[in-house]
């Protein structure tokens, strides 16, 4: 009872820290301490916040970590391995919720600002659609893809049936590179080209693909790549007409 007493007291004392001075002193395992009290109401935090930053290195890193290798460290189960990973989505959704509202007009300057507010944190390649409506006023996002860190898998197919869904008169893509640079691959170019063929042929727009990572933004539309894409589609199209006449 004196241990369960004494780990109370500590809970209290550092919450108190927090109500008084705010967070801006606590130690990384102070502060993952705190985080695990829901998964450990009972329970010393201390040493296993410890164990958690000297096996992942940082607490930036703790968080980034996926849970099935959370749960592999002393002391945590699967379902607060599941519930520690979790806060890093709470902090990525708070973001998002601050920088992206519904309505939000999604213009050519604005539509890389929006993307890198969707895929702040991501530490997994994943990709997200932006449905917008005829004046490019924001319907809704979607997420459709994550995967491994460097390699995402998306279908055009699943991008229009998103965009469907909401009835939009256009998208966007944005999707990330967490290690490495902006520049799109060849993967990612031939995607963008398959993708716009498909929005012309279904009377769609295609506002955009941009690619997020460290070092920046990389914007298909404001480099002139997509234009430049477009032009040629245009002239394939032109040239099969021709033909069948």
Request: aromatic share 8%; charged share 25%.
């Amino acid at each position: 009872m004196k241990i369960q007493s004494d780990n109370i007291g500590h809970k209290t004392r550092l919450r108190n820290r927090f109500v008084n001075e705010g967070m801006e002193n606590f130690e990384p395992h102070e502060v993952l301490e705190v985080m695990l009290y829901k998964s450990f109401p009972y329970s010393d935090t201390n040493a296993l916040a410890h164990r958690l930053i000297d096996r992942f290195g940082s607490f930036a890193a703790v968080l980034e970590a996926p849970y099935t290798e959370l749960e592999k460290v002393e002391g945590m189960g699967r379902s607060s391995a599941i519930t520690l990973s979790m806060w890093r989505e709470f902090f990525r959704y708070y973001e998002r919720s601050k920088r992206i509202g519904r309505n939000e007009l999604c213009t050519v300057d604005r539509l890389p600002q929006i993307a890198s507010a969707l895929l702040k944190g991501s530490v997994t390649e994943e990709m997200h659609v932006l449905c917008l409506d005829v004046k490019s006023r924001l319907l809704g996002t979607v997420k459709i893809s994550q995967n491994s860190p460097t390699f995402v898998s998306a279908t055009v197919r699943e991008i229009v049936e998103r965009a469907f869904g909401f009835n939009a008169a256009a998208v966007a893509v944005c999707h990330s590179h967490p290690s490495g640079s902006a520049q799109p691959s060849s993967e990612d170019a031939r995607f963008t080209a398959n993708l716009l063929a498909v929005c012309r042929q279904l009377g769609m727009g295609l506002s955009d693909h941009v690619i997020v990572s460290e070092e920046g933004i990389f914007s298909f539309r404001r480099s002139g790549v997509l234009d430049l894409i477009d032009r040629k589609i245009g002239k394939m199209t032109e040239n099969i007409v021709n033909l069948n006449l």
